[in-house]
């Protein structure tokens, strides 16, 4: 019997109005069975090329249209992801592996940030500043870039390319975006939805691409110096070799990478806050998101307790098809990932690491070719190699520290710069991890795990982690180039600096 996703993945496809164009060039897969859900034709580099000059004609047009007449796309847009919220969730569980809440809250992020970009089409500010010359004013404006491309990454099929592109919309920007391989259905969806929101409110033709295609054709989108901003979202490994590439053609790269995110459990901690707040980072997505709770650094007062709870939480959770509704943790997204979990977990042995609990691949009878595990703790000496990496699955390293510079010291030893979390109730612990001293994070939380990020803020990391800035605060800056105007009204000619010349 073929599972009921299959038929599910059919419907949300045809509610949002798109049509996959069939071939063999490359699979849909759901991570929930192992099955292909259907076969797919690859866009052509001849078929890139004809993109990249739509695009760029789009663009030209698009930046002539008045910001808060662009915002009026993204509102459409915003209107028909929430009426094809569920829909769009479906293929989020069928290819990314997602429980529904946790499919449902992807697809809430991108209708949130169409309604943040919609605000935002009206406040583009630039700012004024006095000039040293009489009768001369000075102010900076706002422009958009032109093409954008946008890589994504499996584990958030959806919202980082709504971030992307709702703002980079309202900037007068058009979009060429290169999906992640295994989450193409999620993509031509997506898309789908976009063009209908293009279509209702008259927005000209070629804003908006999408490639069917692996990381071959992304090499060529991060190469072509008609694309002016990259901004890529994925591993420490793909942005080392996209931010290079797009740098030395002088293009600009917005990198969202890998991330070791880290608590800090302060003895002081309300447990029971930290213990749901520890649990829901560590597991939730299966350890499979940039924000994921990799390291767990608390105090030798209360780590025995502390860890104990944990582990027998950890006993609690279901592992299972997520489809179902009914199972906290599901799969990973294929073998390649079990296979550095198995991995992971043989090097932290190694590295004097002791398993506390879980470990196991589950369910490998009724599902073969999934790839089910019990998320795991352990504890660990010290922080070795493997606690530095990042292995993109539901491994929670635990070490223990005595005064709080060590942790943060700790903490902080590590290549990656995405999220962290102190559990405290001391004000001047809480303080002093948010400070200058603290964390060197782009996301420091006080009394909250380290994911589950809100679109207000600007999201991104430091270190290996890219530096990049997407979302909300001032993150639509990097879709715009800054010119400074200065305007003479008088007539005279001073020059600045006093210099003197005919
Ligand atoms: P990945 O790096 O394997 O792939 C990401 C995307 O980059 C895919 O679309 C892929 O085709 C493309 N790609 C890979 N190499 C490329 C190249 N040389 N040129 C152009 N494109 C290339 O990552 P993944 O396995 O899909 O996702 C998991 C990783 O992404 C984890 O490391 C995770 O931490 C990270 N991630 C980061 C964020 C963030 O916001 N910081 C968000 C989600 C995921």
New binding site residues.
Partial sequence: MTHPIHDQVRAALEACGATAPEGTDLHARTPITGEQLMGLRATTAEELEGVLVSAEQAFTAWRDTPAPVRGALVKRWGELLAEHKDDLAVLVTAEAGKIPSEAAGEVQEMIDICELAVGLSRQLFGRTMPSERPGHRMMETWHPLGVVGV??????PVA?YAWNTAVALVCGNSIVW?????TLLCALATDALLARAARDVGAPEGLHHVLVA??TL??K??DDTRVALVS???????GA??GPRVAARFGRSLL????NNAAIVAPSADLDLALRGVAFAAVGTAGQ??TTMRRLIIHEDVAEEFVERLVQAYGTLTIGDPSTGESLVGPL?HEGAHTAYAEALEAARAQGGELLCGGERVLADEFPDAYYVQPAIVRMPEQTEIVRT?T?APILYVMTYRELDEAIALHNDVPQG?SSAIFTTDVREAERFVSDAGSDCGIANVNIGTSGAEIGGA???EKH??GGR?SGSDAWRAYMRRATNTVNYSDELPLAQGVEFL
Avoid: H, Q, W, Y
Avoid at 151 to 156: C, D, H, L, V
Avoid at 256 to 259: C, M, N
């Fill in positions: 890589i994504t990454a499996f584990n958030f980082p290169k999906p992640s391989e295994a692996d990381r992304g090499e989108l991060v890529a979202t994925g591993s420490t490994r793909m070799e996209v969202e990478l890998g991330g998101r940039c997204v990042e993109f995405l999201f991104g990391g982690t890219g997407e």
